[in-house]
């Protein structure tokens, strides 16, 4: 389906933050492109809203009514289709039918169901161009100014784009906006300013911490000695002074602060006192939280802390990828550990991405999207607590809660599956001090990030909260799951995912 120019440009603002579905890409990046098509032999459109052809793979993302009128268009010979939108897909459906298929699928569940995975989000359709773009092409290996490679002008100035954005966005000294994710990120940074052998304290996995963060069988508790420490099992909260006493037992060389399934704010200035004590480097990892931080609702730790890692694409709500900022005195080292340590040539279609996603950041209607999503939370929280569910460390100041399910006699997996059923997709979860396996916990964890993209506030979480109790107190109930699944897809029908139409 071809949709007019003014409309692609004004797109469509919801309430509560939500991304503009038409979000134009910024001049400045729209120049880069537009240069870089222009080298690789491409005709920039004239009139700058086409930045490449529609046999791109960069999204089509139409349902509904159009969807007949789109499978016509796609029959025609290849010369005679024209369309001025930007995100047809018409090229994989006449090349792919298969892939083809899969991503109509997934655009349909998406829009259809409700996305509570903390650490999932829904990129601006400007994001998505930019990661669609012709970027994906050039190869760069090396940093802006020292290239390996040349014709690096565009990609040069597109990357210092992204780097100040980064650094004025959380007021770092330095930046880098080449990790492909976060796992290899938090790796550069072990492998910059640590000795395979040194010992480091991270949060257990099973507490609330990552696999970077020191998971006996994987890459960083096999390379470094880490000494991993936890919350208290009864409160769910991190209790400072017993940190504080492994460091002082220990004497690690880093200290890690940072969650994937952790719901509170962090105390940060409390971590840099007690490694200021033991001589250690300050390692934050704020993948989960770094929209919130950006948005001002949580606290920065990047004047306290010497390094700090985040992906890019969860609350900040940019593409997959990561970045790392650091004090200036670290910086060399981290750049070289990113490349040549780790990487080679860096996606710079990834990198332009994350560059408007800062730029989106950067506007005051990310505060207020930042706000709604912590606002969304708690009152998620409450009425899962109104409905006898026990939330870890009994609350929220974040965009997550964690859910122990032992009082409902209901495992994480079972109810993750249940849900998935009707349309609420979130993910199982181990708790602290849980006797269950990882892959079949007690609990079961959940977020408010793209939900709250879509515009949607806190009437529909008490709907959420009823839905999630309703399922899990019939757990074999499938006529009541089928007529949930229905109200869950009317709801969500109103509230549309930003790059599909």
């Known amino acids: 389906m071809a949709i007019s120019r003014t409309r692609f440009a004004r797109g469509r603002k919801r309430q509560g933050g939500a991304v503009e579905s038409g979000a134009k890409m910024p001049a400045q990046l729209m120049e880069g492109i537009r240069a870089e098509k222009k080298h690789q032999g491409g005709a ?6 086409t930045l490449f052809k529609t046999n791109s793979l960069a999204n089509r993302f139409q349902i509904g009514k159009n969807e007949k009128r789109s499978a016509r268009k796609t029959t025609l010979p290849a010369k005679t289709k024209k369309s001025p939108n930007p995100f047809t897909m018409s090229a994989i459906q006449k090349q792919d039918t298969e892939i083809f298929d899969y991503i109509e699928r997934e655009k349909k569940r998406q829009t259809e169901g ?15 161009e930019a990661c669609g773009s012709i970027l994906t092409n050039k190869y760069s290996e090396g940093y802006p100014g020292k290239r390996y490679y040349g014709g690096q002008e565009n990609i040069d100035a597109i990357e210092n784009i992204a780097i100040e954005r980064a650094k004025e966005l959380f007021g770092a000294e330095h930046a880098n906006v080449q990790p ?3 796992s290899p990120a938090n790796t550069a940074i072990y492998f910059a300013l640590l000795e395979f052998g040194d010992t480091v304290m991270g949060l257990k996995l099973d507490h609330g911490g990552h696999i970077t963060h020191g998971l006996p069988i994987a890459f960083s508790g096999r390379a470094y000695n880490f000494v991993q420490y936890g919350v208290n099992t009864e409160t769910g909260l991190l209790e400072m002074e017993e940190i504080r006493k492994l460091a002082h037992e220990h004497k690690p060389k880093m200290i890690v602060a940072g969650f994937t399934a952790y719901p509170r704010d962090i105390k940060w200035k409390a971590f ?18 770094a929209g919130l931080i950006a948005g001002g609702e949580l606290e920065n730790p990047t004047p306290h802390f010497d390094v700090i890692m985040t992906t890019t694409h969860k609350t900040l709500r940019g593409p997959r990828g990561a970045m790392i900022m650091c004090k200036e005195k670290f910086a060399k080292k ?5 490349f040549p340590g780790l990487q080679g040539g860096p996606h710079e279609h990834a990198i332009a991405g994350k560059a408007v996603a800062f730029k989106e950041a950067l506007q005051p209607s990310f505060k207020e999207y930042a706000k709604q999503v912590i606002k969304n939370a708690k009152h998620l929280a409450e009425e899962l607590k109104k409905r006898g569910f026990k939330l870890v460390s009994d609350g929220t100041d974040t965009h997550l809660m ?14 993750q599956e249940a849900l998935d059923t009707v349309g609420i997709t979130l993910n199982k979860n181990t708790i602290p001090g849980d006797t269950r396996s990882p892959m079949d916990p007690s609990g079961i964890r959940l977020g408010t990030p793209a939900v709250t993209t879509r515009g949607m506030k806190e009437a529909e979480m ?6 999630m109790d309703r399922v899990i107190s019939n757990m074999e109930d499938t006529a009541l799951h089928a007529k949930i699944k229905e109200e869950v897809k009317e709801m969500c029908l109103n509230f549309p995912v930003p790059g599909i139409k």
């Open 180 to 182: 492909y994710s976060g």
């Open 272 to 289: 840099k006192e007690i490694a200021n004590e033991v001589g250690a480097i300050t390692m934050a990892d704020i993948s989960h939280t």
């Open 462 to 467: 008490d709907r959420i909260a009823d839905w």
């Open 114 to 128: 409700i996305e509570l995975i903390p650490s999932e989000n829904y990129t601006s359709e400007a994001v998505m």
């Open 334 to 338: 981290i750049d070289r550990a990113v």
């Open 44 to 49: 920039a459109d004239q009139k700058g809203m």
């Open 402 to 415: 964690l859910v122990d399910l032992s009082n409902k006699d209901v495992p994480g997996k079972a109810a």
